[in-house]
């Protein structure tokens, strides 16, 4: 009998615990949660709520429970060491160190290590500590630029030329206050193309990629309105996405494995969990956007509904190092993830409001909770990314239809991107690069 700990009480956790909690041998999940989770706690033995950047306080739960080892899902507690800290217990995690983490925590550091190492696919890039030499810099780049801040933002920090600012002089002015905030920025070329997120699942030598997908940031349809943490998500029966070449994916992968191999070199460790490589198809060929060192929420849904191997053993061979022994199955098929937000969100959202799932019909769809409660039986809204609706069919778009036919059906002050993975949508992205790779 294993005792299994998670941690993270998102959509993502939801899924991870789902497949932690089918898996074929004798395991007991107990999950540590920044929220209240319905959905997880339904799968756990035990459970608790606690800030999930307080290590120790991970830790201290760990030894309480005598958790044979961890799965951790979000971002915050791997850039503060919560694996290290585990470590320290006598726990194993599956997920990065606080060292490894560094390829999302620090954006300098991702783009360093990509120079460093002759890594293709980094853009032209200056990190900087001072306003000093920024005007230069943004002038011998001579294109459009985005800056980033070089640490977590949750998502908020990134500015991009023509979508947060328009002259390059109204840059050069957020570089400044956005210097006094965060101390340190990227400054980098900008590119256009469309963005695709490679996963692989490795402990350091042996590489499991994940199929190609694809999410949507924008809150809106048609990608209007604010960033979101992610609205939707769609990857493809064949691992690929309908814009993509098979050279795009295999660079993209080779990419991936590039920064393992280097992490490696650089740390004196292996990198241990989920590498999520952020892409963008251009004009020729694929750059890196950026990395995370987990699975992204949504990609999570669409990633962990095909992998079929039994998901605690991935986890247990990645932590023992011997993941080159086991065959990766993907059932070959397509999938879509559709999240359904209260209304207002992600600037002004209803929260405490009920949301009803109960006439959705789980045989065609499955649910994963996100920022949800249960109360007396009935959910809540609180007030971010509430419930992921997500299909599997071996045709992308009867997928979107299922999802669509089943998200109606959810009720509440609720809202949706129901373009996401239409075919419309689709031939959009597809005929954007395809004039992108024409030279247009
Ligand atoms: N070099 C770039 N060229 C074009 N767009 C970019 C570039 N870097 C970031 N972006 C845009 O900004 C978004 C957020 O940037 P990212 O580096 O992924 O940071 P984070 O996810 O931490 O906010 C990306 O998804 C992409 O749309
Ligand atoms: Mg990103």
Redesign the pocket.
């Known amino acids: 009998m294993s005792r299994i700990l998670l941690l993270g009480s998102g959509a993502r956790e939801h899924i991870l615990a789902a497949r932690l909690a089918a898996s074929r041998g004798a395991h007991e999940l107990f999950a540590y949660m920044g929220a209240n989770n319905p959905g997880i706690a339904a799968l756990c033995q035990g459970s608790t709520v606690g800030e999930v950047k307080d290590v120790a306080a991970v830790a201290a739960y760990a030894k309480t429970i005598k958790a044979d080892w961890a799965c951790i899902g979000p971002d915050d507690p791997l850039a503060l060491g919560v694996v290290d800290a585990l470590a320290e217990v006598g726990v194993p995690a599956f997920g990065p160190t606080k060292t490894g983490a560094q390829i ?1 925590s620090s ?1 300098s550091y991702a783009r360093d290590l990509l120079t460093q190492y002759n890594i293709p696919g980094c ?1 032209r ?1 200056r990190v900087s500590s001072s306003w000093e030499g920024l005007p230069e810099w943004v002038a011998e780049l001579g294109s ?3 800056l ?2 070089d640490g ?9 030329q023509g ?1 947060h600012f328009t002259t390059a002089e109204e840059g050069l002015a957020l570089a400044r206050t956005m210097l006094q905030e965060y101390g340190r920025l990227v400054v ?6 469309q ?1 695709f997120s490679l996963l692989t699942i490795t402990d350091g030598e042996a590489c499991i990629h994940l199929p190609a997908v694809q ?1 949507h ?1 924008r809150a809106f349809e048609g990608d209007k309105g604010p ?1 979101t943490g992610g609205m939707g998500t769609y990857s493809c029966a064949d691992g690929s996405l309908p814009f993509l070449t098979g050279r795009d994916i295999q660079d993209a992968q080779a990419i991936n494995e590039a920064v393992i191999a280097a992490l490696k070199r650089a740390t004196g460790t292996s990198y241990r969990g989920v590498l999520y490589g ?1 892409f ?1 198809a251009v004009q020729d060929g694929v ?1 890196v ?2 990395y ?1 060192a987990r699975l992204g929420d949504p990609e999570a849904m669409n990633v962990l509904s095909v992998l079929e191997n039994d998901f605690a053993e991935v986890c247990q061979a990645v932590m023992a190092g011997n993941l080159g022994e086991l065959a990766p199955r993907f059932v070959p098929v397509a999938t879509v993830c559709k999240y359904v937000a209260p209304e207002g969100y992600p600037v002004n959202p209803v929260k405490n409001e009920p949301i009803d799932v109960s006439a959705v019909d789980t045989t065609k769809v499955q649910l994963y909770f996100g920022s949800v409660d249960k109360q007396a039986g009935k959910l809540y809204l609180k007030g971010s990314r509430a419930v992921a609706v997500v299909a599997k069919h071996a045709d992308l778009y009867a997928a979107e239809a299922l999802v669509e036919e089943q998200i109606k059906r959810i009720k509440g002050p609720v809202f949706h991107r129901a373009d996401i993975a239409t075919p419309a949508l689709i031939a959009q992205r597809v005929a954007m690069l395809k004039q992108v790779r024409q030279g247009a």
């Open positions: 999302e954006k853009a890039y459009p630029f985005v980033k801040p977590l933002t949750g998502g908020k920090g990134v500015q991009v979508d980098e070329e900008k590119f256009v193309g963005e999410d940031k960033n952020g963008i750059r956007i950026e995370n």
